[in-house]
């Protein structure tokens, strides 16, 4: 599969995520991190879009932390894209 047809698929995912919370958060962080992203980048995305909504909304909303298990590079891309873009 090229890039710009698994760029199109990680899209779809972050945007269907069951919630309109999630669909809304995860989305535009998606939309944010797909402009810049290598392939080499895109099977960790994949694996990031794996990660439970109720995890990655607290972690959002700093009601939780990532455990050392949740090692991933994108998580604390998430984290610190929120709360730099806050208005």
Do not use: C, V
Not at 33 to 39: A, E, G, Q, R
């Amino acid at each position: 599969m090229d890039i710009e047809s698994k760029k199109k698929r990680l899209y779809f995912i972050a945007n269907h995520r069951g919630t309109k919370e999630a669909d809304i958060i995860i989305g535009r962080f998606t939309n944010f991190i797909l402009k810049n992203i290598t392939d080499a980048q895109l099977n960790d995305f994949n694996d990031f879009l794996q990660i439970a909504d109720d995890k990655l909304i607290n972690w959002y909303f700093k009601r939780d932390h990532p455990t050392p298990k949740d090692s991933n590079p994108f998580i604390t891309t998430f984290i610190n894209w929120h709360h730099d873009n806050k208005n």
